[in-house]
């Protein structure tokens, strides 16, 4: 394969992941890792990515980039699809009690499979949520109660924040909360761009008895510009891939139980 191919296809990984791995490459492309490092540079100088310890990443990841709605519902679609099925499953069919939904595509995944998976249950299921989407997939479900709760709209994310919200939320305290994070590090534990996102995020995870955080493998390693938890204020962590021996190790410190979808 020749270095251009190669390169046209590291860009088209970046398009769909947003970020790639020298390692992952060098054994996909059966090259050195040398080489995967020298198309690399070559591309960070055409300015199509940044350079990061271990890979690279597209140069819409900074600290405080966020992808619009739409296009994180076209990203990793199958990864959260599996991760919603994974999650709900942690409810069980006879689940009653209180949920709570968070902003974000991961965990309006979740949100979808709910009916399904709490069945006659639901008579005994009241939901809560600050997102858009999520109320959206659930308000026509009559046998599940529905509670959203208001705010400013981000158009980012469909999802209401501000001092209303958080102040909202702290008064809840669910059984369960889905969270989802644009960033998960061993070092920096959950982030996301948005201080005002991180206020909600922070609010819920304070607020719920049992949380559980939803997010593919693309956020492993990601360090976003506001931190709203450690990795010990998450019980469990749904995702579509194993993480890292760094983050692995980390989460295991920190008492979270990993389940791969």
Do not use: C, W
């Not at 591309?43 to 271990?54: D, F, I, K, M, Y």
């Not at 939901?127 to 999520?134: I, K, Y």
């Not at 469909?158 to 070092?187: E, K, M």
Request: aromatic share 4%; hydrophobic share 45%; charged share 25%.
């Amino acid at each position: 394969m020749y270095a251009m191919e190669r390169q046209q296809l590291i860009e088209r990984e970046l398009r769909d992941v947003g970020r790639v791995s020298v390692v992952d490459l060098a054994r996909r492309f059966d090259v050195t890792t040398e080489t995967v490092r020298r198309d690399l540079d070559r591309l960070e100088t055409s300015g199509s990515l940044r350079r990061v310890h271990g890979g690279a990443v597209s140069t819409d990841r900074g600290s405080t980039a966020e992808s619009t709605l739409t296009e994180r519902r076209d990203r990793q679609g199958d990864a959260k699809r599996a991760i919603g099925a994974e999650a709900a499953s942690l409810l069980g069919g006879g689940f009653r009690g209180s949920i709570f939904f968070d902003g974000g595509t991961t965990p309006a995944a979740v949100a979808a499979m709910l009916p399904d998976t709490i069945g006659s249950s639901s008579a005994g299921v009241e939901v809560v949520t600050h997102s858009l989407e999520a109320a959206h997939l659930l308000a026509g479900e009559a046998h599940l109660s529905l509670t959203t709760i208001g705010g400013r709209v981000r158009g980012v994310t469909a999802a209401a924040v501000g001092a209303h919200t958080v102040r909202a939320i702290s008064l809840l305290r669910p059984d369960i909360a889905f969270v989802g994070t644009n960033g998960l590090s061993a070092g920096f534990g959950l982030s996301t761009p948005d201080p005002e996102e991180a206020a909600v995020k922070t609010a819920i995870i304070q607020s719920a008895r049992r949380v559980v955080l939803v997010a593919d493998a693309a956020k492993f390693g990601e360090e976003l510009l506001v931190r709203f938890a450690r990795l010990d204020e998450i019980d469990v962590l749904v995702t579509d891939a194993a993480p890292p021996a760094p983050l692995a190790a980390a989460l295991a410190d920190a008492d979270v139980e990993v389940r791969v979808a």
